[in-house]
């Protein structure tokens, strides 16, 4: 199992925050920091305000040099696809290579509202198009050209640049039963269930197995991740400390997060790689807690 530190800016977070954390999970030796792609706070003022997902990791890739950066996940109502895929593409480059996406429907109504961003009430049409496009556009040879006729986009001779440095893992994820484990099966590199039960998690990654077979794909070649958040002490009294510093109680943290101890962290996580998890998403909710992130890198992903 890898572990990646997972981020939630709209809450409240500037470039220079999110540049800390980055820095701090290459430095202790996490494999990738990813964020959110939200232009609201949710239960908050989210003051300084919002940060834009692909220009926070354009910025990150110039200023880190190994970590894995992506969203988890990005939202297909914001973008054109088109646009997003030279976004994409040319962060990647800056980057050298250490790019994934992760696409998602929306799901904030409010957020389009605040922002006048259009918010179709049937929006997983326009997932589905715009991994269409994305992978046609990626995938065309240089000196090509790339069309594209949808219900909600259309190409017209593309020359379908830039290019990534390479094929750009894509990440699809939820907890749908058919659709959402077909667009996996047909355009994912990998599969995340967003804080799913426990006893759920393996049903979801079986869903996605068998949509696999089922277009005679090999199950193996995707990876099975989770995200969960995540709050860790070295004793009791820390915990404590940590869940009242993010609004949530230490119960309700130990049900649905990975959360308590160092001790009970690892059992936790030992359960979901036992499940099929073989990449975990730490939702780290208070960015300004470094000794938070020391902590969980040498006394629970060491142990592991």
């Known amino acids: 199992m890898d572990?990646?530190?997972?981020?939630?800016?709209?809450q409240g977070a500037r470039y220079d925050d999110l540049l800390t954390v980055a820095r701090a999970s290459e430095r202790l030796g996490f494999e990738g920091f990813?964020?959110?792609?939200?232009?609201?706070?949710?239960?908050?003022?989210?003051?300084?305000g919002p940060t834009d997902a692909w220009t926070t990791l354009a910025g990150l890739a110039r200023e880190t040099e190994?970590?894995?950066?992506?969203?988890?996940?990005a939202s297909a109502?914001?973008?054109?696809?088109?646009?997003?895929a030279i976004q994409v593409a040319q962060v990647d480059d800056m980057s050298g290579g250490r790019i994934e996406l992760g696409l998602g429907a929306g799901w904030y109504a409010e957020e389009h509202a605040a922002y006048g961003?259009?918010?179709?009430?049937?929006?997983?049409?326009?997932?589905?198009?715009q991994l269409e496009v994305l992978t046609g556009l990626w995938n065309t040879p240089?000196?090509?050209?790339?069309?594209?006729?949808g219900e909600h986009y259309e190409l017209v001779d593309s020359p379908a640049l830039p290019k990534p440095t390479r094929s750009v893992p894509i990440i699809v994820g939820g907890h749908g039963a058919k659709r959402t484990p077909a667009l996996a099966a047909r355009f994912a590199s990998e599969f995340n269930t967003p804080f799913a039960s426990e006893d759920d998690v393996p049903r979801l990654y079986a869903r996605v197995r068998s949509a696999c077979e089922e277009i005679a794909r090999d199950p193996a070649e995707l990876t099975y991740s989770s995200a969960f958040v995540v709050c860790v002490?070295?004793?009791?009294?820390?915990?404590?400390?940590?869940?009242?510093?993010?609004?949530?109680?230490?119960?309700?943290?130990?049900?649905?997060g990975i959360a308590g101890t160092p001790a009970e962290a690892i059992e936790r996580l030992g359960r979901l790689r036992a499940?099929?998890?073989?990449?975990?998403?730490?939702?780290?909710?208070?960015?300004?807690?470094?000794?938070?992130?020391?902590?969980?890198?040498?006394?629970?992903?060491?142990?592991?």
């Open 117 to 129: 961003i259009p918010f179709p009430a049937r929006r997983f049409g326009l997932l589905t198009e």
């Open 34 to 48: 990813f964020r959110s792609d939200h232009y609201l706070g949710m239960g908050t003022d989210g003051l300084p």
């Open 66 to 73: 190994r970590i894995t950066l992506g969203t988890l996940v």
């Open 77 to 84: 109502t914001f973008r054109h696809p088109g646009v997003l």
């Open 3 to 10: 572990f990646r530190i997972f981020t939630e800016p709209q």
């Open 142 to 149: 240089v000196g090509g050209r790339f069309d594209y006729a």
């Open 233 to 256: 002490g070295a004793d009791e009294a820390e915990f404590t400390r940590r869940a009242e510093a993010i609004g949530r109680e230490p119960g309700e943290l130990r049900e649905n």
């Open 275 to 304: 499940a099929g998890t073989e990449r975990m998403y730490l939702q780290v909710l208070d960015l300004a807690d470094l000794d938070h992130l020391e902590l969980i890198a040498t006394e629970v992903v060491a142990r592991l």
